[in-house]
């Protein structure tokens, strides 16, 4: 068990990353903590990924760290379009 407690931490941390998406929906200022929220996980992530040698985890902590600026630059670029 004690050798799994690193991944559990790692999943628990990028569940909290990919669940901060939904106050954006229903808050006023809510993408600044969406911001703020999938940056430090995606951050945190990427170390414990960093620590557990694991390419896989690190490039799916890069990817929740950069998902809010990946989904705002993908809404400019569609507004832009129509």
Known sequence: ??????????????????????????????????????????????VIALSLNSRRLIAVSVLLGLSPFLTFIILYIILQIF
């Open 1 to 46: 068990m004690r050798e799994n407690l690193p991944y559990l931490f790692y999943w628990a941390l990028f569940l909290i990353g990919a669940v901060s998406y939904w106050p954006f929906f229903f808050v006023e200022y809510g993408f600044v903590y969406t911001i703020l929220i999938t940056f430090s996980t995606g951050f945190i992530g990427a």
